[in-house]
């Protein structure tokens, strides 16, 4: 399973952004997909997941109300709408795939698969 994140860029404070995940290989339908982030000097933070049926994603409660994942099995791809963005959402977002249980969907170890990485800046 290969995947590859895309879709960031500079926004101003406020605006929005949707990142992608794109699936190649292996049965995406059946992974659990995850978005994560990285901010310089930091470790990388869980920002939110979607099981293999796109039912009841799970956030970090800082994004929480403007963030919104969802997925198309069909298009093998994953999707991060993020809105209000706030100068503390930059950061490099990686999305990932697993087949762990909902209370390890936090835990980047548990991931079998990762993308390259999407930068994301917002700045004024």
């Known amino acids: 399973v290969q995947l590859q994140a895309s879709g960031g860029g500079l926004v101003q404070p406020g605006g929005s952004l949707r990142l992608s995940c794109s699936v190649s290989?292996?049965?995406?339908?059946?992974?659990?997909a995850g978005w994560f982030r990285q901010a310089p000097g930091k470790e990388r933070e869980f920002v939110g997941a979607?099981?293999?049926?796109?039912?009841?994603?799970a956030y970090i409660d800082s994004v929480k109300g403007r963030f919104t994942i969802f997925r198309d099995n069909a298009k093998k791809t994953v999707y991060l709408q993020m809105n209000s963005l706030k100068p503390e959402d930059t950061a490099v977002y990686y999305c990932?795939?697993?087949?762990?249980?909902?209370?390890?969907?936090?835990?980047?170890?548990?991931?079998?698969?990762w993308g390259q990485g999407t930068l994301v800046t917002v700045s004024s």
């Open positions: 990932g795939a697993t087949r762990v249980v909902r209370s390890s969907w936090s835990v980047p170890s548990s991931y079998y698969y």
């Open positions: 290989g292996g049965t995406f339908s059946t992974y659990t």
């Open positions: 979607i099981s293999w049926s796109g039912g009841s994603p």
